[in-house]
């Protein structure tokens, strides 16, 4: 490998730094070593920093750790991501996230100290990484113009910081004749430095010392301006140590400048989305839903609330940064196959027309057996069969063409829901406001789907900016890309809230206590069993619609000992759920919640 190196330049002939005659004292060469590495964790930094910046005039979704991250998330196949959610919940991002940075100082690390020796394959390397941020923003589904301009700019920023810094650390020999006070110092290392001896490869002293004199990269001195050094003995070779301390300061205020004045930037375009949901008054609704009835939360310890409050909502979206959409400039376009008329809507539009008002229970398809992705809003929306009607749009059964309709998000996401269920009465509804208030950011703002009976992977798309009518046979949505189903409705299913697993409760009457959903088609029964006994009816919370969840009891008379609790629920249809177990992938998972409680 050609490169330039401190030694390369110096002697062509090539000495390891080991058989230098006058090489750095050990504690000198480490010392070198640490600030190499130093130097590629700032160059990384310059690097992350000015991105960060930069991506303030592209998009917060193209600074490269969140590009990189989210095509990680696009690539990661379904058992580890059902293994990154099961294990690192709603974190799992921030885990994805700290990953990718701490894989990024390792190679930083070593790119700077390699860059000691060979540093402009060093400075290539940093460069390459800028390439594949830039690749990883380009793959993404939601790419955008100048995705990639953050990675690249932060890359040449940063090698060119690594190039400065790991400059400083070139060794130099001080020629005697500029540094008087030296020449006269004894210089014992040579005659009893063995490797000189020893070593057949390496150059006379006095050979080395006169080529090391030219290692002056940038500004050679012509040999006949020192004439002294060509004789002359010489110091150990060092670096610039003051150059580089000052170089390191500059480029470690620089990142950090930077990369602030980036964060400011985008957050205060953040702002503008934030003062256009403040501005948002819903106004009250066309067709109200009835109030929740009071039967239908028991209130007992332990159980989840019949409604769920917007901070506890489970969240689950590919996006590492939840988008930031202003409501004043938002449309959504609804277009495609068999659309008569497009239509393009600003949200005061969808606010001028009739709400509805509707309770519903969202579940995630990645849901486990008695897991938390599963909860239950007030939602205030547009009745989406309305607008597809509007636009000209006909169900497959009567004579329509589009079996298919996609949502498409702005950050890149395509949901596919069956027409037919679209249109089949149910209140599919493009959703404004949860729980009274506009949607928050992380739950679509401004505007999400929902058809009541699916999973979410299928119906209810945040951040939505476009309705797509086609089939399912010409287009694979995003997910079901990643080997889910194409269609999905809510398995019927239900989950012991209380007692909680491992849970000590005393002997004696315990509440046994849950949820249970069947969505759009309601729920009938519940049943508990304890240590595979007797099913045992428990007693149902008041119904709200057949489109929430709905609570149960069960009164259990504990006895000392470890107890197996399971549940099962009955929907209205009459199916009761298996005990089948199957995992989430492709469509929902199956089989009896159970927990196992040891009684006091
Ligand atoms: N834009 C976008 N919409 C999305 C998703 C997503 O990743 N991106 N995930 C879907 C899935 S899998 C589910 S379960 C629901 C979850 O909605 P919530 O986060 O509001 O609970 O959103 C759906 N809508
Ligand atoms: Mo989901």
Not at 118 to 133: D, E, H, P, Q, Y
Not at 345 to 357: A, G, K, T
Request: aromatic share 6%.
């Amino acid at each position: 490998m050609r490169d330039v190196t401190d030694q390369e330049t110096i002697s062509p002939g090539s000495v390891l730094e080991p058989h230098q005659p006058h090489g750095p004292s050990a504690v000198g060469r480490l010392l070198r070593v640490v600030l190499g590495a130093l130097s590629g964790l700032l160059a990384a930094a310059v690097s992350l920093g000015f991105a960060e910046l930069v991506a303030v005039a592209a998009r917060p979704e193209a600074s490269p750790v969140t590009a990189v991250g989210g095509a990680v998330i696009d690539r990661t196949p379904v058992s580890l991501k059902d293994y990154a959610v099961r294990n690192f919940g709603t974190n799992d991002k921030l885990v994805l996230q700290l990953g990718i940075v701490a894989i990024l100082a390792l190679f930083a690390f070593a790119l700077g100290v390699f860059a000691l020796r060979f540093r402009r394959t060093g400075c290539a390397g940093v460069l390459a990484f800028g390439v594949i941020g830039a690749v990883a923003a380009w793959s993404r589904p939601d790419y955008h113009r100048l995705d990639a301009l953050p990675s690249i700019v932060g890359a040449l920023l940063g090698a060119a910081a690594l190039w400065l810094l790991t400059e400083r650390l070139t060794l130099r020999t001080t020629p005697a004749a500029r540094l008087p006070e030296q020449a006269t110092a004894p210089v014992p290392q040579t005659p009893t430095d063995p490797t000189t001896l020893t070593d057949p490869t390496s150059p006379s002293p006095v050979e080395h010392t006169t080529e090391d004199d030219e290692d002056t990269v940038e500004t050679p001195l012509p040999r006949t301006e020192t004439p002294a050094a060509e004789a002359g003995p010489t110091s150990r070779p060092a670096f610039d140590r003051r150059g580089f301390v000052l170089a390191a300061a500059a480029t470690a205020a620089a990142s950090a400048g930077a990369g602030a004045l980036g964060r400011t930037l985008n957050n205060r375009r953040g702002a503008v989305a934030v003062a256009s949901r403040a501005a948002i008054a819903l106004p009250a609704p066309a067709s109200r839903a009835a109030a929740v009835p009071r039967g239908a939360d028991l209130g007992i310890p332990g159980l989840s609330e019949f409604t769920t409050p917007n901070a506890k909502f489970y969240r689950v979206d590919t996006a590492l940064v939840v988008p930031k959409i202003d409501a004043t400039t938002w449309r959504l376009r609804i277009h495609g196959m068999g659309v008569g008329k497009e239509l393009t809507l600003s949200y005061d539009d969808l606010l001028r027309r009739d709400l509805i008002e509707r309770d519903i229970t969202l579940t995630c398809v990645s849901n486990q057996v008695g897991g938390p992705y599963v909860g239950n809003a007030r939602w205030i929306g547009v009745r989406l069969a309305d607008l597809l009607r509007e636009a000209g749009v006909r169900p497959p059964s009567r004579g329509g063409k589009a079996d298919q309709l996609v949502a498409h998000s702005v950050d890149g996401m395509a949901i596919g829901s069956p027409v037919e269920t679209v249109l089949d009465g149910r209140d599919a509804m493009l959703a404004l406001g949860m729980n009274g208030e506009p949607l928050p950011f992380a739950h679509g703002f401004p505007v999400r789907m929902l058809v009541p009976g699916l999973y979410g992977y299928v119906s209810a798309c945040k951040w939505l900016h476009e309705l797509e009518l086609t089939t399912f046979d010409s287009y694979d949505a995003y997910w079901v890309k990643r080997s889910w189903s194409r269609e999905a409705p809510i398995k019927t299913e239900s989950r012991i809230d209380t007692p909680k697993p491992f849970a000590s409760p005393k002997a004696g009457r315990v509440p046994v206590a849950g949820v249970a959903w069947a969505q759009h088609r309601g729920i009938d029964r519940v049943q508990v069993r304890v240590d595979g006994g007797r099913w045992q009816t428990a007693r149902l919370a008041d119904e709200d619609s057949t489109d929430t969840w709905r609570q149960w009891l069960w009164e259990w008379d504990a006895t000392p000992g470890s107890h197996t609790l399971e549940v099962r629920a009955t929907d209205r249809d009459g199916y009761t759920q298996t005990d089948h177990r199957v995992g989430t992938v492709p469509n929902g998972a199956t089989g009896w919640h159970s927990v196992v409680v040891s009684v006091d």
